[in-house]
């Protein structure tokens, strides 16, 4: 990686926020990431599909109980060989990284539920939440790009979503029309774009483009979008708020914001994977009663990428 070198105020910040674990936190970033995909329950059992890619010859460990369908691919695979694979263009898998998974197992969406999916493609969560929903209920899945919206809709097809309605509107547009149409959501995902910190390990590029200015510019379009989430959630409805980056401009300022400003309490949400609590004050901002449940995801403590998560319910 040593673009960090080009980076000091990256390299300060981190150091701030991993302390004695920053050597750990960039050696993790430099290494190869595990091969994980998810059993695509729509279409097929996690135990039929593991059969059938141990027939292929791979090594599928299923590490996280009560989480069968998220599987790690041990052994080597050819170039392209995951993504070109029958199974994953039938749709029986999809590859996605393990803390890509999180958002949506802390939503928990039920059959029964009204879900809106505000900032969508390529569809990873999407298609994870209709089959946590078993293609029942309603799902919206929203995205503000026409080349992201074809995306997600492919990936929608293959993997035999049908309980799904795709919006192509800007995400604080869309909830303003629901606003004024009186719809509300039992659950809603804000996977919002963010600076991507948390994927250097996979991207980069991420670290190229890193600067302050962009940092604080997305920080002020999470506040806005979060802030037009509110008016369309039911009464004890939740929203989970993930970023894939570690800045708290993005992450504890934009829940904090939103906690301060509106009805909205942080719900504890617990993972089967290491996740540590909220930071509770940056610079010269002191966060939110409550940030302590937010959670941190780190590369080194479970060999994946970086994430944060907040379960937000409207009180």
Known sequence: ??????????????????????????????????????????KISHEELKKKLEHKGWNIIQKYKGHPEIMLIENELKPGELGNSEEHKSGLYYVQELTSMMPALVLNPDKDDAV????????????????????KGILIANDDDFGRIGILNLNME????????????DAVQICNNFKKLGYKFDKILLDASCSGEGNIRKDKETLKRWN????????????????????????????????????????????????????????????????????????????????????????????????????????
Not at 158 to 169: A, F, L, P, Q, Y
Not at 220 to 241: C, F, N, T
Request: net charge positive; glycine share 6%.
């Open 116 to 135: 809106l999916d505000l900032c969508a493609s390529p569809g990873s969560k999407t298609t994870q939440m209709a089959s946590l929903m078993e293609n």
């Open 1 to 42: 990686m040593g673009e960090e070198k080009e980076k000091p105020l990256f390299i300060e910040r981190m150091k701030k926020l991993m302390g004695e674990e920053y050597g750990l936190f960039m050696e993790t970033n430099k290494k190869e990431p595990p091969k994980y995909i998810r059993c695509n329950t729509l």
């Open 212 to 315: 302050i200015k962009m940092i604080k510019k997305f920080g002020r379009i999470q506040k806005k979008m979060i802030s037009s989430v509110v008016p369309i959630m039911k009464e004890d409805g939740i929203l989970v708020y993930s970023t894939c980056t570690h800045s708290p401009e993005e992450c504890e300022s934009v829940v904090s914001f939103a906690v301060n400003n509106f009805s909205l309490k942080i719900d504890k949400a617990r993972l089967m994977i290491n996740c540590r609590k909220g930071i509770k004050e940056w610079g010269k901002e002191i966060f939110a009663e409550g940030i302590e449940n937010c959670m941190r995801i780190y590369p080194q403590d479970n060999d994946s990428e970086g994430f944060f998560i907040a379960k937000l319910r409207k009180a």
């Open 158 to 169: 293959r993997c035999g979503v049908s309980n799904s309605i795709m919006t192509k509107e």
